[in-house]
């Protein structure tokens, strides 16, 4: 079992910068492509960006392409979201997501295709 924990959240005003860590003590983290995820009140879970267990492929979702950029450090068994030009209604629950994969150059972009999820962190942005 994969155990994944989020941590950089918390209140930023718009425009501001966060950048979310997702790190786990599994030893195989390469083996894995990871995502981030988001929930905002009432709405459904969203898709923000995803990279190749490798590394050397990145994906966006069309709303955050050129504010955020996600990265990774395998052998610190690390994974970041940089998110810069906040905006008010990205205020949501940000997750972090694992997903078994036999490649190393691509990731997932739907939810049902990830295997183990963090439990969140909470990003608010302020007018």
């Known amino acids: 079992q ?5 941590s950089g959240g918390g209140l930023v005003q718009a425009g501001g910068s966060l950048r979310l860590s997702c790190t786990t003590s599994e030893r195989t983290l390469r083996s894995y492509a990871m995502g981030w995820f988001r929930q905002a009140p009432g709405k459904e879970r969203e898709f923000v960006a995803a990279i190749s267990s490798g590394g050397r492929n990145t994906y966006s979702a069309a709303s955050v392409k050129g504010r955020f950029t996600i990265s990774r450090d ?4 690390t994974v970041f979201l940089q998110m810069n030009s906040l905006k008010p209604e990205e205020t949501a629950v940000y997750y ?3 997903a078994i ?3 190393t150059n ?3 972009t739907e939810a049902f295709n990830y295997d183990y ?10 007018s």
Do not use: I
């Open 96 to 98: 972090c997501a694992a």
């Open 2 to 6: 994969v155990q994944l924990v989020e």
């Open 117 to 126: 999820w963090g439990q969140g962190t909470q990003v608010t942005v302020s």
């Open 74 to 77: 395998n052998a610190k068994n």
């Open 101 to 103: 994969v036999s490649g």
């Open 106 to 108: 691509y990731a997932h």
